[in-house]
């Protein structure tokens, strides 16, 4: 069964650096999404994305965010200047159609010190 | 915020049914009931969602009150590997899910 896969499975940035997570969804999925968990916390929706924009955003992602499809198979989000707080389990999503159920990668594991 | 009202832990023996309600007395006509679970710290995994009528997968069964104010996910037969977080989502499409603290399953021998 196809997958969405990301990588790394885990990253450790140091404060105010860049990061890019980055993200393959399912090969005919047209709907791409961002959610992030904080350790303990629930699953937080941070981004949609369709038709090369972003469809929906959360009050999360903030400038310091943004997301790219930059050719016909990989999703990232960016985080331009990591912070202590950045640090989560951040899962990418991808679905064919709106209405559709959301497959989830293992997401990537970001530690920022 | 979630819309939804889930109580927080479940037990469930393995092999029996596991029944998780789940409240949603706000819901819109146009809202459908989504059943996601986590296991462990996995990615979110879908397991079944309906509308109005009452759905069956190889996953799980949904029951949707007539009134559409409550629901129930079955696990005709649980097993271990089921223990997980699991999360009743309502909402009109996938493209904004709201997730909220879910109900812990925890499926013992």
């Known amino acids: 069964e196809p997958e969405v896969t990301q990588t790394p499975s885990h990253q450790v940035t140091q404060m105010g650096q860049e990061v890019i997570l980055r993200c393959v969804p399912i090969?005919?999925?047209?709907?791409f999404y961002w959610y992030r968990q904080i350790l303990g916390q629930k699953v937080e929706f941070l981004v949609s994305f369709y038709n090369n924009e972003i469809s929906e955003k959360s009050e999360i992602f903030d400038d310091q965010f943004s997301v790219e499809r930059p050719d016909g198979s990989n999703f990232t989000l960016k985080i331009r200047s990591t912070k202590l707080e950045d640090s989560a389990m951040y899962f990418c999503a991808s679905t064919a159609y709106r209405d559709s159920p959301l497959h989830f990668g293992n997401g990537t594991r970001l530690t920022v010190t | 915020d979630a819309k939804t009202t889930q109580p927080t832990s479940m037990d469930c023996a393995e092999g029996r049914a596991a029944n998780l309600p789940c409240n949603h007395s706000t819901i819109s006509g146009n809202e459908y009931v989504y059943w996601y679970r986590q296991i462990h710290s996995q990615g979110p995994q879908y397991i079944i969602h309906g509308l109005k009528n009452n759905e069956t997968n190889e996953m799980a069964s949904l029951i949707i009150t007539e009134d559409r104010k409550s629901s129930t996910l079955i696990l005709p037969h649980a097993t271990l590997r089921d223990t997980a977080v699991y999360y009743c989502?309502?909402?009109?499409?996938?493209?904004?899910?709201?997730f909220g603290t879910g109900t812990r399953l925890q499926v013992f021998p």
């Open positions: 989502i309502v909402a009109p499409n996938t493209d904004k899910l709201i």
């Open positions: 090969s005919n999925h047209l709907y």
